[in-house]
């Protein structure tokens, strides 16, 4: 579905499209993905992951405004709550492997046993 | 109200509360000295001026003036931004205290408040909990011990304590219905909520002290075991901001517990905002009490405190709030 | 207008997210992605979203991060070599690329695409008379209250696991 005049091409001013927030919320995520893909630090390849439900975030915010849903935000809420649990775990489990191996690199940590 | 007039009283309004609030903190550490002594049976600062009046100028010149060191290990970019990020959250959160009611000045109504939104409160414990930036940064980046070890106990107590604070003021949400601190005070106009929310009060005064690091609750900073906590190595102008931000806290966290608790700016036959400021360093006269009277909490003490004894009281608290509310 | 703080916001969560993935020193990379949080809590804010961006700031600035910092600075994680230093910098250029023509493409397929389907009755006419943060609090306790009593187990687990798991033994 096209709509004249509603595009990123479209006039510079007025409202911003939803397909702006989009675009920024794939190019987020994408910097996220090639965040975990290139660091070998465990810490910063959290970060990344972060980042990117950040990124879908922001699509569901986008979307609820322009739907007019208010679905949206409260999936949003959900997203906050597990990833706080996430952290609080993942960084347990950083902190853990630490004292068995002095390094969070994930090139380190390559066996199955402790 | 036309945009260029909105703009103006908004500026003015900016300006008047910044100055008020620099200068409030400078005579704080005045006041604070002067009372503490006064419990302590001395006579405090009186070289300078009468009665010392003029001791808070004294400093600033003094400290504008100190050499500026900066530790050779230290990381510089963060030990240069950190109290910044100390400062700027404590002067920010004043926004959406309202000091007064809708005033008439030259044929324009003014709301007494630098801005009004809708989710005033919801924005100070946002504003609240990044002040642990600036202390947690300004301990790593100094490259000592007792720096970190400073940071890192302040920032476990500020969180901690939030957690608790951020429960205590659920009951006044459910007794004001809103979140915008105009309407809290406007919900206050029958009786105050300290009289339906004493549980509360008590929780969140005990809070706003450990948030703000003072004693009792003043571990990150204790001279006798972590030399200064996290600011050791500041010196200068870097240290006043710290100092500055310190204060500047205690009288947004004065301004929160008399807008939420204590009516606000309401009272009879004096001007609002006379009864806002009266209100104000009530509380703040409480904190300074307190300090004098008080030793300090030992670190396990503090964490047992706020998370078995704050934490359970200020759910039970919400508990009976609801069943009230709802049943009425 | 609402391109004037768009396009700043949206440069400044970009720059911020870069920095995250790029630079070397761990607490940098913490405070940058504060920041990335920061310009996406503005973009809520111009989505109308006051409830959902000032969460986003108390949660992710507020409390993770600040979580995060702690672990960096109690573990004292080195600095690592640049990403860009590596072995095997052809393959990883190769799949930059790759992943920026990918960005690229979907940018140009939903350019101009707008959301079908039906709109929903939350427009933002009503959302400002009754309020944000009243209208999630009123479906969170109703429409959706069962998703919301688990995450708070959830958050329940996450407590004992983080504890046992931190514990020394």
Same mark, same amino acid.
């Given at each position: ?73 409260? $999936?949003? #809420? ?18 853990? %492997? ?17 | ?5 909105? #703009? ?17 903190? *400078? ?15 001395? !006579? ?25 060191? $900066? ?14 990020? *100390? ?18 000045? +030259?044929?324009? &109504? ?31 980046? &100094? ?16 969180? &901690? ?55 009792? #609750? ?68 409480? #904190? ?41 | ?7 700043? !916001? ?12 790029? !630079? ?42 600040? %979580? ?32 920026? !023509? ?45 998703? +919301? ?16 798991? *931190?514990?020394?033994?």
């Amino acid at each position: 579905m096209r709509g004249a005049g509603c595009g990123v091409r479209g006039a510079m001013t007025g409202t911003v499209p939803l397909s702006a927030y989009l675009i920024l919320s794939a190019a987020l995520f994408a910097i996220g993905v090639i965040g975990v893909v290139i660091r070998r630090n465990a810490l910063i390849i959290f970060m990344a992951i972060e980042l990117m439900l950040n990124a879908v975030n922001l699509t569901f915010v986008a979307f609820s405004k322009f739907l007019g849903s208010m679905d949206g935000q409260i $999936i949003v #809420f959900f997203v906050m709550a597990v990833a706080a649990a996430e952290v609080a775990l993942g960084l347990a489990i950083i902190i853990a %492997l630490y004292r068995n191996k002095e390094s969070v690199n994930v090139d380190d940590i390559n066996l199955l046993k402790g | 109200m036309p945009e260029p007039a909105f #703009f103006v009283v908004m500026l003015v309004k900016i300006a008047v509360v910044f100055g008020l609030m620099l200068l409030s903190v *400078a005579y704080l550490t005045w006041l604070e000295r002067k009372v503490i002594s006064d419990f302590q049976v001395r !006579l405090g600062p009186m070289r300078v001026g009468p009665h010392g009046l003029l001791q808070p100028i004294a400093d600033g010149i003094k400290l504008m003036f100190k050499e500026d060191i $900066i530790p050779q290990a230290a990381d510089r970019t963060i030990y240069v931004l950190a109290p910044t990020l *100390a400062l700027i959250p404590a002067f920010i959160s004043f926004a959406v205290i309202p000091f007064g009611d809708r005033v008439r000045l +030259f044929g324009q &109504s003014i709301d007494m408040v630098i801005s009004d939104v809708n989710i005033g409160l919801l924005y100070l414990f946002g504003v609240a909990s990044l002040g642990v930036y600036g202390i947690v940064l300004g301990g790593w980046a &100094s490259n000592n011990k007792y720096a970190l070890l400073g940071g890192l106990r302040s920032a476990a107590q500020m969180i &901690s304590y939030e957690l608790s604070m951020g429960l205590s003021v659920v009951g006044v949400l459910m007794l004001s219905e809103s979140l915008s601190l105009v309407r809290i005070v406007g919900a206050q106009s029958q009786t105050w909520f300290i009289l339906l929310q004493p549980i509360g009060f008590l929780i969140f005064l005990i809070c706003a002290i450990a948030e703000t690091n003072r004693a009792p #609750f003043d571990l990150p900073e204790a001279e006798t075991e972590l030399v200064a906590g996290f600011h050791v190595e500041y010196s200068s102008m870097k240290f006043a901001m710290y100092f500055m931000a310190e204060y500047a806290n205690m009288i947004t966290v004065a301004a929160l517990a008399t807008t939420l608790f204590l009516g606000g700016w309401r009272g009879p036959f004096l001007p609002p905002v006379v009864w806002f400021l009266a209100k104000l360093y009530l509380v703040i006269f409480l #904190f300074i009490w307190i300090r004098a009277t008080l030793p300090r909490f030992r670190y396990d003490q503090l964490m047992r405190f706020g998370w078995k004894v704050l934490l359970p009281l200020a759910l039970a608290n919400i508990v009976i709030t609801a069943a009230f509310v709802a049943l009425r | 207008m609402e391109w004037l703080l768009f396009v700043p !916001l949206a440069m400044l969560a970009l720059a911020t997210a870069a920095l995250v993935i790029l !630079l070397r020193n761990p607490i940098y990379c913490a405070l940058a992605l504060v920041g990335t949080f920061f310009a996406l809590s503005g973009l809520y804010l111009l989505l109308q979203a006051e409830f959902v961006a000032v969460v986003q700031v108390i949660i992710y600035a507020g409390a993770i991060m600040v %979580l995060f910092l702690f672990v960096i600075m109690l573990l004292d994680v080195g600095h690592e070599p640049p990403p860009w230093l590596r072995q095997d910098r052809p393959r990883l250029l190769l799949g930059l690329g790759l992943v920026v !023509l990918l960005v690229l493409e979907l940018a140009v397929a939903i350019g101009s695409w707008i959301a079908p389907g039906i709109r929903g009755p939350y427009t933002s006419d009503y959302v400002n008379a009754v309020g944000n943060t009243q209208l999630i609090g009123r479906l969170l306790f109703t429409e959706f209250l069962i998703p +919301f009593e688990i995450t708070s187990i959830i958050l329940l687990i996450a407590i004992v696991g983080a504890m046992v798991l *931190a514990r020394r033994q």
